[in-house]
T-cell receptor, first 113, second 111 residues
Framework: DGGITQSPKYLFRKEGQNVTLSCEQN?????MYWYRQDPGQGLRLIYY???????QKGDIAEGYSVSREKKESFPLTVTSAQKNPTAFYLC????????????FGSGTRLTVV | EDQVTQSPEALRLQEGESSSLNCSYT??????LFWYRQDPGKGPEFLFT???AGEEKEKERLKATLTKKESFLHITAPKPEDSATYLC????????????FGTGTLLAVQP
């Protein structure tokens, strides 16, 4: 079945550590996105990529980095520069024109310990 | 600035009690308005896309409508399994496919 796989489901990070969240899709979608979800704030866009080897900052990119070396994969690294990383992270993908909206993964919950 | 506002923040219904959720938006050149359902700890699940004022779409007990300024998600005779957070998002005109999300309405349907 086609879909988006995010891993791990739960992730714990120590202060000062970088961690990488995985996102893989087999929908043959060109565009991929990373969102952060906090209670009461809705989904906020971190980074997005419309094509391989190209990506753009979203609204809250500081402290995060991404790569898009393959069409299927769009990993997100939460760096030590991100001061408040505890959140629910969602990866999504869409076709070229996005007319059918996004397909979302099941999310990764990151907690700083 | 493109913006999406959903109301109410939370809604509690008795099973069978119909109601509506509201999504008001300001956007430069609406390309599409999207409704999603999100269960706790899971990713949003696509429900509907609406493209132009006057358009309506239905799926089981849910019906989505669109005007030039807002969208409604009508829930007819809800059941406890309809309990979830309902998210609205808009896609503005331009070269990207970015969606702008509202903060959602948390719906609880009591048996």
């Amino acid at each position: 079945d086609g879909g988006i796989t995010q891993s791990p489901k739960y992730l714990f990070r120590k202060e000062g550590q970088n961690v990488t969240l995985s996102c893989e899709q087999n929908l043959n979608h060109d565009a991929m996105y990373w969102y952060r979800q906090d209670p009461g704030q809705g989904l906020r866009l971190i980074y997005y990529s419309q094509i391989v080897n190209d990506f753009q900052k979203g609204d809250i990119a500081e402290g995060y980095s991404v790569s898009r070396e393959k069409k299927e994969s769009f990993p997100l690294t939460v760096t030590s520069a991100q001061k408040n990383p505890t959140a629910f992270y969602l990866c999504a993908s869409s076709g070229t024109f996005g007319g059918y909206g996004y397909t979302f993964g099941s999310g990764t919950r990151l907690t700083v310990v | 600035e493109d913006q999406v506002t959903q109301s109410p923040e939370a809604l509690r219904l008795q099973e069978g009690e119909s109601s509506s959720l509201n999504c008001s938006y300001t956007v430069s050149g609406l390309r599409g308005l999207f409704w999603y359902r999100q269960d706790p700890g899971k990713g949003p699940e696509f429900l509907f896309t609406l493209y132009s004022a006057g358009e309506e779409k239905e799926k089981e007990r849910l019906k989505a409508t669109l005007t030039k300024k807002e969208s409604f998600l009508h829930i007819t005779a809800p059941k406890p399994e309809d309990s979830a957070t309902y998210l609205c998002a808009v896609q503005a005109g331009g070269a990207t496919n970015k969606l702008i999300f509202g903060t959602g309405t948390l719906l609880a349907v009591q048996p």
